[in-house]
């Protein structure tokens, strides 16, 4: 299947075909940055979404769902705003996301239910609504297939860089195209944090298969990243497609279309990884040896997220002793006399034995920014890899001085 | 019963009668600090006992297990060093707990059985027992009814002061005294973490009794802290009962003892978190309105290991949203609609409404250095306390740097 397959560099949201994307400055951040991104489609498309797991869920959030359901999954545009999260906000935050989703509806000329709307920024604080009324018609005449990079610019927040990736399918001898952005870079672990994603593709996809597709790939991408393990009340990833390539996706391409989609999806999620608040270092955690799927993904989570193991890698220190005591306490099934840990391609520990004389090849090894740690739990032969940073010093640094 | 209690300035874990302590320098650490404790009862004395939940159990503690097993819960010696965990080390590692349990036995007079072994410090690194072998005759030339500081002093790794606390108690008009030690100030959370705690009571405590109490006052003190949410493969608390006093602890002063051994545990817990790695503040989490016990403790701990909520008030930042946040990623019921945030009594978000403009205020709170934050679930009306720190960049530097 791999040739079925290439990846488009510089490509992003609006690179399939049927999409329109803009990012604009409307002023809602303090520092002029951009902070408006509108993605319109030319006629409704297809929606599979996927949001936040937390219980308190943001206005946008909230709104984007009853929209889905009233409009029967269709969507013609997106308007996403950076700078404030509309959050805990209460009937206020109700309001003002009804109103943005208005506002786009007037300009795109479309019923309002197939406006989706997403927030990213502080929680807690309401929108600045004047500088929403006027930025949106801006953002609609700024629209172009080449503003996907604005678009993913004005979605950041701490992001030291936008993030975008697109790649090519082919089906029967015809190409569709995936392309897509996202912003998050703390407050990053499972099941949605504060992560937008945002997806497009030009092939026709049912929406069974479609829902089935961002399933599967969001399992393999944003599910499989921690930067902190903090989730939060705003994040979802939508997938929008517009069928304007004219490649229809059934079950026999399903397999073809769903690699593309992970593909894209994986590399925006490794972006958010590498740009994790303060991260030096991208860490590819691997467990092995689990009595199951789920239990190995725990326990990769638990080591991921361990401010021990977080901290050691940043200080390249071999400590591997902290990755053990991770699974140890990750609550679930773990054979100490067959466990294991590896650094790079160095045993620390197999069997339940040390090998600690190799901890100064392992300190050289983490001298290095692109990071391999495994785990063998010794209780089964299931295995998840997920992917985390390193924990430094300017993640407190950032996260202590946010809003003040 | 508040008459009944009193606490002892200066009190640790020889100031109950029948008990003696020592605290050496054995050249285990590098730096030559002391590192070598140990603590002895004049006769067996009884015996209850908590241990980590890690599933990597570190080789002193598999042996003191062992031993409590053979021995019918009776302990006449425990001896501890810091500076080297002896946990990850293989059959080398139980080889050299064995050895540490024999030479003690043999300076004590005791059966082998009757010695309780726990070591704390880097994991994966065999014990240097040639400083263990000539160490452990020094401590027990030191032991004294006035060596407990020592002792507190010798069981140190990271922690930036010695740890102790003492009460007396009131039974039938009599006094008996309970005291106790304990080290930790990282990679501490539930369920003990890399903390260890020594308590001794000179009161007569049948073991059914004694086990009892132990787990109460740990589930109120020790394991309702958390300074970065890990744990590890060593940790206990031992409680160890001589009845030197001659005060007899039954079913109706059960409460009076068990108040008096929560204090001191709590007090010892409190101080693992005030001088937590890089700790500046110390932060009662309070989470009400919950469904259950359980997840309000669930719900607590959530909040209290969330990296943004530790920055946030690191920086103090009155970041009210993350406190939600955080409780809304935590699995347990939650009512949107009814719940709320506290920041020492300021309530800056109530049924679902924010009171943002109470921020300036908690921003002035949060410059104290003991704060008290709080969650409504809006769910039930269960709670939970729990204590944790805040997370500075000096938490960084010190894990970064533990080895090398």
Chains 1, 2 share one sequence.
Not at 308 to 313: M, N, P, S
Request: overall charge negative; charged content about 15%.
């Amino acid at each position: 299947m791999g040739a079925a397959l290439s990846t488009i560099t510089g490509g992003g949201v609006a690179t399939a075909r049927g999409f329109r994307a803009a990012g604009i400055s409307a002023g809602i951040k303090a520092n002029g940055n951009p902070d408006l991104a509108l993605l319109v489609a030319d006629a409704a498309a297809q929606v599979a979404a996927v949001y936040t797991t937390n219980k308190m869920l943001a206005a946008p959030v909230l709104l984007s769902k009853e929209h889905l359901n009233r409009s029967g999954g269709l969507a013609r545009a997106i308007v996403v705003n950076s700078g404030c999260a509309n959050s805990c906000t209460g009937d206020t935050g109700m309001r003002d996301a009804r109103a943005m989703a208005e506002l786009t509806a007037q300009v795109v000329g479309c019923p309002v239910e197939q406006v989706l709307v997403a927030s990213t920024g502080v929680i807690g604080v309401a929108l600045p609504m004047d500088k929403v009324r006027s930025g949106i018609p801006a953002a609609y005449e700024a629209l172009g297939a080449d503003q996907g990079p604005a678009a993913a610019r004005a979605i950041m927040t701490t992001d030291i860089g936008p993030k975008e990736a697109a790649a090519t399918i082919s089906i029967g001898g015809r190409h569709a195209s995936i392309g897509g952005m996202c912003k998050g870079a703390g407050m990053i672990e499972p099941m949605m944090a504060t992560m937008l994603g945002f997806v497009t593709t030009d092939a026709a996809v049912p929406k069974a298969l479609l829902d089935r597709a961002l399933r599967e790939a969001v399992d393999q991408s944003f599910n499989a990243i921690t930067v902190d393990g903090d989730s939060s009340t705003n994040d979802c990833v939508l997938l929008l497609a517009s069928g304007a390539s004219g490649v229809a996706v059934d079950e026999a391409s399903y397999g073809t279309f769903v690699e593309g989609l992970t593909t894209v999806c994986r590399e925006l999620a490794l972006a958010i990884v590498r740009g994790g608040e303060g991260a030096t270092k991208l860490v590819t955690v691997q467990v092995t040896g689990a009595a199951s799927s789920a239990e190995a993904r725990k326990a990769a989570k638990v080591i991921a997220n361990s401010l021990l193991v977080k901290t050691a890698i940043h200080g390249g220190d071999p400590n591997w002793g902290r990755l053990i005591c991770a699974a140890g306490r990750a609550g679930v099934a773990l054979d100490a006399s067959r466990a294991g840990v590896t650094i790079g391609s160095l045993v620390l520990f197999k069997d339940g034995q040390p090998h600690d004389e190799l901890a100064p090849a392992a300190a050289e090894y983490l001298k290095g920014d692109d990071l391999s740690i495994g785990v063998d739990l010794g209780a089964g032969s299931a295995s998840s890899t997920v992917w985390t940073c390193d924990l430094s010093a300017e993640y407190v640094r950032i996260n202590a001085d946010y809003r003040t």
